[in-house]
C-alpha cells in the first residue's frame, strides 16, 4: 500500500449511505475519487465488475482493494482498523460536559439545545449517521418546510445548526457505558474511551431484516434494505418491496421510477402507513405499477451473487400472518419470478451498549423513560442519563416527536447538570471557610 493510500467511492445521487460513506471519510481528511454511477452505464457496470458483481451503492477501494459499502467501512472504523488502513491518527477520548448518542433528529436537536445551554456537547455520529431520516428522500409533513424537504438536507442543516452553537460531532460507535461511578465512562467500539456528565441516548434504530433463507446470502446482490440507494441498478425489473408502514409504501412508490412492476407484499390487509401514502399507492395500483400482494409472507429468496434474484418464495392466508397458520389447508404457497428485493419491515432500537447500566428497557430495547407531565420526562432510572427518540419511541416515530424529545432531553440534562454544579459547589464551601480562618 502506498504512503497516501487512494480512496476511491462509487455513488449515485439519493443515496444516503453513499453520503454517510463521504461524510465519513471527510471527517478523517481523506481525500478520495468520486464515480458517480447515477447515469453513466459504463461506471455502473465497471463497478459491479470491480465489486465481484455486487449491485450496490456506495462501493469503496483502497488502493484497488475493494474494501465494500458503507457498512463496512464503518465496521473497520468501529474497529479501528480503518485509520490505519487510510494513515489517519486517532483521536483520543476527553471528559465532555454532555455527550448525546446518536445524530438523527433527535439527538441533534439535543445538541442545539445543549450547545445554547453551554454544556459543551459532543455527538457521537453512530453506525447510521443522520438516522431513519437520511433514508427519507421527501419530508413533506415537517413545520415550516411548505414545499417539503429531503430527509439528509434537514440533517445536514440540523447538523450545521448544532455546531454553530458550540457542539462537536464525532464519527463513532458507542461500544459501552459504565454507570457504576461518575462520571460516566463511555467506550468506543474503536477503544477510544470518553466520560461525561450527563448523557442523552438517542441512537435510534437499525432496520429490520427477515431473516429467510437467502436473504443474507443475496444482501447486496439483488437484495437491499435501501431503495433509494439501489433502485436504479435494475431498471425494467420487477422488484418485490417487503412491508406495510411508511417506509415500505415510499420505497414502493419510489422503485415504480426503474421497475417494470413492483410488488407490495404485507403480511395482514390492512396497511399501517399514514393516508398519503395509502392513497399515493393506490393511485400507483389503478395505474398499473404496483400490485399489492397482501396477507402474505416470504419464505425463501432464490438467486446467486452471480445471476442476482430471481424469485422469492411465499405463502398467503386470508387472514393474514401465514407463516404462523403454515399447517392450515387455506394457507396457499406461491412464487413470483423477480430481480430485486427490498426490506422495509420496521426498526430494533440501538440500546444494547446500556446493557449493565441500570437503564430499564422493555423485551424488545426500548427504553422505559419516565414520561408523564412536568419537567424530567425523559429521565431513565439511572440520574445522569436521558432518552430521546426512536429507542423510547416505537408508537409515533416521527421527526417531529423525535425533534421535541431531544429539545425534552436537553433540557432536563440541563437541569441535572446545574443540580449537580450546586452540589459540587456546597460540597467545596466548608472548605474554602475553613482556609479563610
Request: with cysteine; glycine share 12%.
Given at each position: 500500500m502506498s504512503e497516501t493510500p487512494h480512496v476511491e467511492v462509487y455513488t449515485a445521487e439519493e443515496?444516503?449511505?453513499?453520503?454517510?460513506?463521504?461524510?465519513?471519510?471527510?471527517?478523517?481528511?481523506?481525500?478520495?475519487?468520486?464515480?458517480?454511477?447515477?447515469?453513466?452505464?459504463?461506471?455502473?457496470?465497471?463497478?459491479?465488475?470491480?465489486?465481484?458483481?455486487?449491485?450496490?451503492v456506495p462501493e469503496i477501494f483502497v488502493d484497488d482493494e475493494l474494501i465494500g459499502g458503507y457498512d463496512e467501512l464503518a465496521e473497520l472504523d468501529e474497529s479501528?482498523?480503518?485509520?490505519?488502513?487510510?494513515?489517519?491518527?486517532?483521536?483520543?477520548?476527553?471528559?465532555?460536559?454532555?455527550?448525546?448518542?446518536?445524530?438523527?433528529?433527535?439527538?441533534?436537536?439535543?445538541?442545539?439545545?445543549?450547545?445554547?445551554?453551554?454544556?459543551?456537547?459532543?455527538?457521537i455520529e453512530g453506525g447510521e449517521p443522520g438516522g431513519q431520516l437520511t433514508l427519507t428522500t421527501d419530508v413533506a409533513n415537517y413545520p415550516g418546510f411548505p414545499e417539503g424537504i429531503s430527509g439528509p438536507e434537514l440533517i445536514d442543516r440540523m447538523k450545521r445548526q448544532a455546531k454553530r452553537f458550540g457542539a462537536a460531532v464525532e464519527?463513532?460507535?458507542?461500544?459501552?457505558?459504565?454507570?457504576?461511578?461518575?462520571?460516566?465512562?463511555?467506550?468506543?467500539?474503536?477503544?477510544?474511551?470518553?466520560t461525561t456528565d450527563s448523557l442523552v441516548v438517542a441512537s435510534g434504530a437499525s432496520a429490520r431484516t427477515l431473516g429467510v433463507p437467502g436473504e443474507d446470502e443475496l444482501m447486496g446482490y439483488g437484495v437491499s434494505t435501501c431503495a433509494t440507494c439501489?433502485?436504479?441498478?435494475?431498471?425494467d425489473e420487477e422488484m418485490v418491496v417487503v412491508g406495510g408502514g411508511d417506509a415500505a409504501c415510499e420505497e414502493a412508490s419510489f422503485l415504480t421510477k426503474f421497475a417494470k412492476k413492483v410488488y407490495l407484499?404485507?403480511?395482514?390487509?390492512?396497511?399501517?402507513?399514514?393516508?398519503?401514502?395509502?392513497?399515493?399507492?393506490?393511485?400507483?395500483?389503478?395505474?398499473?405499477?404496483?400490485?399489492?400482494?397482501?396477507?402474505?409472507?416470504v419464505t425463501e429468496i432464490h438467486g446467486s451473487p452471480e445471476a442476482g434474484v430471481e424469485s422469492v418464495d411465499l405463502v398467503r392466508h386470508p387472514e393474514g400472518r401465514p407463516t404462523a397458520k403454515l399447517d392450515d389447508p387455506e394457507t396457499e404457497e406461491f412464487d413470483l419470478d423477480v430481480g430485486a428485493f427490498f426490506v422495509a419491515i420496521g426498526h430494533t432500537p440501538n440500546t444494547g451498549f446500556l446493557e449493565g447500566t441500570g437503564v430499564e428497557m422493555d423485551s424488545e430495547g426500548y427504553i422505559e423513560a419516565?414520561?408523564?407531565?412536568?419537567?424530567?420526562?425523559?429521565?431513565?432510572?439511572?440520574?445522569?442519563?436521558?432518552?430521546?427518540?426512536?429507542?423510547?419511541?416505537?408508537?409515533?416515530?416521527q421527526a417531529i416527536t423525535a425533534g421535541g424529545m431531544g429539545c425534552k432531553a436537553a433540557i432536563d440534562a440541563d437541569d441535572y447538570l446545574d443540580d449537580l454544579d450546586r452540589e459540587v459547589a456546597g460540597s467545596a464551601e466548608p472548605a474554602l471557610a475553613e482556609s479563610d480562618d
Open positions: 443515496c444516503p449511505y453513499c453520503e454517510r460513506a463521504k461524510e465519513l471519510l471527510e471527517a478523517k481528511g481523506v481525500e478520495y475519487e468520486l464515480h458517480d454511477v447515477t447515469d453513466d452505464d459504463e461506471a455502473r457496470a465497471a463497478m459491479v465488475e470491480r465489486a465481484e458483481g455486487r449491485q450496490t479501528g482498523e480503518l485509520d490505519d488502513l487510510l494513515g489517519v491518527e486517532s483521536t483520543d477520548g476527553t471528559h465532555r460536559r454532555m455527550i448525546v448518542a446518536g445524530s438523527g433528529i433527535s439527538g441533534l436537536t439535543a445538541a442545539i439545545y445543549a450547545g445554547r445551554a453551554n454544556n459543551d456537547p459532543l455527538v464519527h463513532g460507535v458507542i461500544e459501552s457505558v459504565d454507570a457504576s461511578s461518575r462520571p460516566f465512562r463511555v467506550e468506543l467500539k474503536d477503544g477510544t474511551v470518553y439501489d433502485g436504479a441498478f435494475f431498471r407484499v404485507h403480511r395482514r390487509e390492512e396497511f399501517r402507513a399514514e393516508g398519503y401514502w395509502v392513497d399515493r399507492i393506490e393511485e400507483q395500483v389503478e395505474a398499473g405499477e404496483i400490485e399489492l400482494v397482501l396477507n402474505s409472507e419516565r414520561d408523564g407531565t412536568g419537567g424530567g420526562q425523559t429521565k431513565t432510572d439511572v440520574e445522569g442519563i436521558f432518552a430521546a427518540g426512536d429507542v423510547v419511541d416505537f408508537h409515533y416515530q
